[in-house]
């Protein structure tokens, strides 16, 4: 069984502009959550969703937005992004209430 | 909302020893505790869990307790290996799944050959 697919691995933005993250989820699993890890604030939650609808949301500013297809795949949006927005963001896919797999990360560098 | 604090921050064993890391958090509604693993460069994975009607569990040579009164959990690895060396993160969540998991700030376990 194929894990939690997330593309592109690595971008660079520039100040300013959007971004557009995917992830596909295991087969099967249909809650997907989305973390930010940085080095100094560590891993931290964004949001939930399951059955494509968000079911829960960390403390992040409006700018972080996401949303889920019927088939479970996953996006997140940041929109005018920022330089501390740099992180490894990571998707995470679980068969509801059973544990949560990660994903490689997208690795964004805003310039 | 819910904070979990992880001790300590940098961990070094010879191989072959023990290693503990202990993880303390504030929301009494938590009742799954997974521990993941991160090597560098790679994704988080899941190495361990435990949910709060079981005060123990083990894998190998592997184990994680629970102490739902304290509000404190811990990750045991016995016979450490050079491969055990990796950034360890503990973590809370009032479900059993992948609904918002609060994480400690990791622990860099090296093992010393």
């Known amino acids: 069984k194929a894990g939690v697919t997330q593309t592109p691995r690595y971008l660079i933005k520039t100040r300013g502009q959007q971004v557009t993250l995917s992830c596909s989820p295991i087969?099967?699993?249909?809650?997907v959550s989305w973390y930010q890890q940085t080095p100094g604030q560590g891993l931290q939650f964004l949001f939930e969703?399951?059955?494509?609808?968000?079911?829960n949301k960390g403390n992040f500013p409006g700018r972080f937005s996401g949303r889920q297809f019927s088939n479970s795949r996953s996006e997140m949006n940041v929109s005018t992004l920022e330089l501390g927005d740099s992180a490894l963001y990571l998707c995470?896919?679980?068969?509801?209430?059973?544990?949560?797999?990660f994903g490689q990360g997208t690795r964004l560098t805003v310039v | 909302g819910e904070n979990v604090e992880q001790h300590p921050s940098t961990l070094s064993v010879q191989e072959g020893d023990s290693a503990v890391i202990k993880c303390t958090y504030s929301d009494s509604a938590s009742n799954y505790f997974p521990w993941y693993k991160q090597e560098l460069g790679k994704r988080p994975q899941l190495i361990i869990d435990?949910?709060?009607?079981?005060g123990e569990k083990k894998d190998q040579r592997i184990a994680v307790t629970l102490n739902k009164t304290a509000k404190h959990f811990s990750l045991h690895i016995t016979e450490t290996q050079p491969e055990d060396s990796a950034v360890y993160f503990c973590?809370?969540?009032?479900?059993?799944?992948?609904?918002?998991?609060?994480f400690g700030t990791g622990t860099r376990l090296t093992i010393i050959p």
């Open positions: 969703y399951f059955s494509e609808t968000q079911r």
């Open positions: 087969s099967g699993h249909r809650s």
């Open positions: 973590a809370a969540s009032r479900s059993f799944g992948n609904e918002k998991l609060t």
């Open positions: 435990i949910r709060s009607n079981v």
């Open positions: 995470a896919s679980s068969l509801d209430r059973v544990g949560a797999f």
